[in-house]
């Protein structure tokens, strides 16, 4: 994830070869990745930050993948911009799998129904998942639990496991981590 830090971290990087990135918010992202995004075809953004409804059509537009649907009205809006726009970011949902009150995400027992709605309802591709469990617990317990949601609703992508944390999110499946601290150093 490249919030908060400067280009001339990130652009070597980039020139090196790494082509997927992690964007916590929508207008920045769009800001910071306008040129290269045009530069390198096989470049990859990916939404890992909140997205608030007024930002869906953005999102939808600039981002190959938004990993943080997280309720229903959003579900709604990205819905009807996909259909508006003809293109589809490919989608993960959000599980807040320590059900902490300050963190986005959908509740682990809720999981199951909403992935029914999304698909049933909306229409919606669902891709995979996404956690960020609590900082104080061990992350096992939260990786098996979002492995074992996707199982149950035939998905096989999973975002979990940062920096501090990625081994053992791979040992539970992750398809994809999020480690920008450990490539650009701890953000300002």
């Not at 001339?8 to 992202?29: C, M, T, W, Y």
């Not at 996707?150 to 975002?159: M, P, Q």
């Amino acid at each position: 994830m490249t919030k908060h830090q400067p280009w001339d971290k990130v652009a070597p990087v980039l020139h090196a070869g790494q082509r997927v990135f992690g964007e916590n918010r929508v207008q920045e992202a769009m800001e910071r990745w306008a040129g290269p995004r045009s530069e390198y075809a096989d470049l990859e953004l990916r939404l890992i930050g909140p997205l608030q409804t007024n930002k869906a059509r953005e999102a939808v537009a600039f981002f190959d993948v938004i990993e943080t649907l997280d309720r229903e009205k959003l579900a709604g809006v990205l819905a009807e911009e996909i259909q508006r726009a003809g293109r589809a970011p490919r989608l993960y949902v959000q599980v807040n799998t320590g059900e902490e009150p300050q963190k986005a995400g959908i509740a682990p027992g809720e999981a199951d129904g909403f992935i029914a709605r999304l698909r049933g309802e909306y229409g919606l591709l669902v891709e995979g998942l996404m956690c960020i469990p609590p900082a104080e617990e061990e992350p096992a317990m939260h990786f098996a639990l979002l492995a074992r949601i996707a199982a149950r609703n035939g998905l096989e992508k999973l975002s979990m496991g940062m920096t501090q944390d990625f081994e053992t999110a791979i040992r539970f499946g992750a398809t994809s981590v999020r480690i920008g601290s450990a490539i650009f150093g701890e953000r300002a």
